[in-house]
């Protein structure tokens, strides 16, 4: 999941780990590092039980967001975090296995309620230590341990993802349905009435589609070979074709 074999991990951290804000303020411990390997024990147990018949739901946020409040690994826990979101929905039985629930999407279109969901557990949690800000490392005095991290109201995170899951079913899956019937039938007809290359036809499908049904003069410079009548007729193309698959963004145009 870690492409870049810079950031990858060989172990869980060996040394105590915290987040900063861009000022350089501390806005979260995750737990000491005595106590990480105790903790993703039971991680492990938790997620990787069949016997405790527990709702998908929620244990799929427990594992997910238990996971990035653990934070394992000194770089890539949001991305594992996430992850772990589509492996036990994937694994839970519930959904089809050809089927893929756009979470990540969804959430990045929902970033303030994401981090808001986030610092409901950093912000109280990183209260309990005592520590003193240092020009390097901060200079630790007392942390709570391991209860803060092993017992937690998922309440907030149940509510969050089940959210982001039904916006993402009855919007995002839709959404993307139709704008990959309208790209089809723009592509057919476009490389049936003009001898234009097929990589060409993408780009200017998306673009025409991601600017309001028209070229702007910057982005018809690549194309000025192409008459202007045929562009024009391009652009009317996908337009149709985008109105007719139900284009949301074509409602206006129609």
Not at 96 to 121: E, H
Not at 169 to 192: K, T
Not at 232 to 237: A, H, L, V
Request: aromatic share 12%.
């Amino acid at each position: 999941m870690v492409r870049d074999v810079y950031a990858q991990e060989a172990r869980y951290r060996t040394k105590q780990n915290w987040l900063e804000d861009a000022s350089g303020r501390i806005t979260y411990f995750p737990p000491p590092v005595d106590d990480l390997r105790v903790l993703m024990k039971g991680w492990e147990a938790f997620v990787n039980d069949q016997q405790k018949q527990i709702d998908p739901l929620v244990k799929t946020v427990c594992a997910a967001f238990g996971f990035v409040y653990l934070h394992p690994f000194f770089d890539g826990n949001g991305r594992l975090h996430r992850f772990v979101i589509h492996q036990l929905l994937a694994r839970s039985g519930l959904i089809p296995q050809d089927i893929v629930i756009p979470i990540s999407a969804v959430i990045m279109k929902k970033i303030p309620d994401y981090l808001a969901v986030l610092t409901g557990f950093s912000k109280p949690t990183s209260a309990l230590w005592e520590y003193v800000r240092t020009k390097a490392d901060p200079y630790i005095k007392a942390s709570p341990g391991i209860n803060p991290y092993r017992y937690w109201d998922a309440s907030q995170e149940v509510a969050f993802l089940h959210g982001i899951i039904k916006s993402a079913v009855e919007e995002e899956i839709p959404q993307e349905i139709r704008f990959l019937r309208g790209y089809d039938d723009a592509f057919h007809r476009i490389n049936a009435e003009f001898d234009v290359p097929r990589n060409d036809i993408s780009k200017l499908i998306r673009m025409i589609h991601s600017h309001y049904f028209e070229l702007s003069k910057r982005r018809r410079k690549p194309y000025s070979h192409l008459p202007n009548d045929v562009l024009q007729k391009i652009e009317t193309i996908v337009r149709e074709s985008f109105a007719e698959k139900g284009d949301d963004e074509t409602a206006d145009l129609r």
